[in-house]
């Protein structure tokens, strides 16, 4: 979206004047909004003209100015509606969210009668951000003001001209069933499951004109989206067509070409390379690769953190008898056990680790370490041994930690920032090295990652227990309920 001046002439954005109460004032035309009469000889031609003509960037980059389509958004509106169903991937920060906005405001304005745009998100407000973006729209086009109105109850865009709205939607399938959209827009498609996908293309036939888009970013395992690309070549005989930014495979991360390339953003003037410099020196390279370089990269050994950011941390042994720590147990019946200690300082040490152990073992080993050290707490992972934390509970402090994925999310951000600026000294054991590697990062519905067990079965019950026992020392205001019940 190139910038053009603004015109000083221009009146005010109406912020607020959709939202009304009470009985609302008839809708009274002397005549059709002229657009309703445009002739044109391609449908996608006449999007982009409508956008171009009526629609103002709501924020960012030229906000309040007209906004100018970039070739690739010219081209994601043609394959759309060229085509059925649509999926587009592309790194974040090139304007998705935005796109579809203009494109679902289009398609309500466009004058067909009852129109449905259905907007699904892993979560219902994340689909009403972009109903919201298309409602600051409106508020900054002088045209569209009176002809539209907006429920804050509902969260509905509504184009009173002919009945035509806008509607956001969790991702949910009790949520998608029995829609009858003119077009479903599908926001971070990849965190939509395959059964809601599914759900929305078997309702394609509903309406002659129904089509889907759904756009995302590359996650950090295989999802709907990435089974969709891979058979992208099958489906496109079908109505079906997937369009992909993404940098070479094997380029550097520095590579400012491969940006470029993955970022069309940086082209059309609407994404600053100084963004991406600092992204790339903070974020991690499999992070940056997925959410920068739109590239497909498997969860794997490590790569959760950069190379040697583990090893490079500092040294420190177990703390001297009579210290206080804190313990973490992690670990079930049919995988590896393991107690991890971190001392009050943060350092981090395993204090005791096997294959398989019977409560009463584990039970003992926690008396040896009680007479070791003062145990000022023991963390354990939810729902594992219920009756020896149950027995373990009555003689001393005991914390489970919370099976709530906020709590996963911080401490796996924190973990990985803390290791990679050296921040976690530990006793570097070979079997928490193991463990540590093994993890896999995960990405949630807002992109945040959690670190889990990898696929394969390999081991990580240490390096949980050290992430437990770490963020009790250095975060004591997260984990404060001692479990009355089991």
């Not at 759904?214 to 089974?227: A, D, Q």
């Not at 490590?302 to 490079?312: I, K, M, Q, T």
């Not at 911080?410 to 590697?437: M, Q």
Request: net charge negative; hydrophobic share 45%; glycine share 8%.
């Amino acid at each position: 979206m190139a910038r053009s001046a603004a015109v000083p002439s221009d009146p005010p954005i109406a912020h607020g004047e959709l939202v009304r109460s009470g009985a609302r004032a008839p809708l009274q035309l002397v005549e059709l909004p002229e657009w309703h009469g445009w002739q044109y000889r391609s449908l996608p031609g006449r999007v982009c003209r409508w956008i171009e003509t009526h629609v103002r960037v709501p924020t960012g980059f030229g906000a309040g100015e007209p906004m100018r389509l970039a070739p690739f958004q010219r081209r994601i509106i043609e394959t759309l509606y060229e085509n059925r169903a649509a999926i587009v991937s592309l790194p974040a920060g090139n304007g998705k969210t935005t796109l579809l906005a203009a494109i679902s405001l289009e398609r309500i304005c466009r004058g067909d009668d009852y129109v449905e745009v259905d907007v699904v998100a892993t979560k219902q407000e994340q689909a009403g951000l972009l109903v919201e973006t298309a409602k600051r729209m409106v508020e900054a086009s002088p045209a569209l003001v009176p002809l539209c109105t907006f429920s804050a109850r509902t969260g509905t865009l509504t184009y009173r001209v002919t009945g035509s709205r806008m509607v956001a939607h969790p991702s949910k399938v009790t949520a998608v069933q029995g829609l009858n959209f003119s077009l479903a827009v599908i926001d971070e498609i990849g965190f939509a499951s395959d059964q809601v996908v599914s759900t929305l293309v078997a309702r394609l036939g509903k309406r002659p004109d129904a089509a889907v888009i759904g756009i995302g970013t590359p996650g950090l395992e295989p999802n709907v989206m990435f089974r969709l690309r891979e058979r992208g070549h099958e489906l496109d005989e079908v109505g079906f067509s997937y369009l992909e930014w993404s940098a070479p495979g094997g380029c550097a991360i520095t590579d400012r070409r491969a940006w470029r390339q993955a970022n069309p953003a940086l082209r059309g003037g609407f994404l600053r390379p100084d963004a991406l410099e600092t992204q790339v020196a903070m974020l991690s390279e499999h992070e940056f690769r997925v959410y920068h370089l739109g590239q497909w990269v498997q969860g794997s050994t490590g790569a959760w953190l950069p190379a040697g950011a583990w090893d490079a941390c500092p040294h420190a042994g177990p703390p001297p008898d009579g210290s206080e720590v804190v313990l973490a147990l992690a670990g079930t019946w049919t995988s590896s056990v393991a107690v991890v200690g971190a001392s009050m300082d943060g350092a981090v040490f395993v204090a005791w680790a096997n294959e398989t152990a019977t409560d009463s073992e584990l039970e003992s080993v926690l008396e040896a370490a009680s007479k070791r050290w003062q145990v000022v707490d023991l963390v354990v992972a939810p729902r594992i041994r219920t009756a020896l934390v149950r027995h373990l509970a009555e003689g001393r402090p005991v914390t489970v930690w919370p099976h709530r994925v906020e709590i996963e999310v911080a401490s796996s951000t924190e973990w990985r920032r803390a290791i990679v600026e050296g921040r976690v000294a530990h006793d570097h054991h070979p079997l928490l090295a193991n463990h540590v590697g093994a993890s896999v990062a995960r990405a949630t519905s807002d992109g945040s990652m959690r670190l889990t067990p990898p696929d394969d079965g390999r081991p990580v019950d240490a390096a949980r227990a050290a992430r437990m026992a770490w963020w009790q020392v250095t975060h004591t205001e997260a984990l404060t309920e001692v479990p009355a019940i089991f």
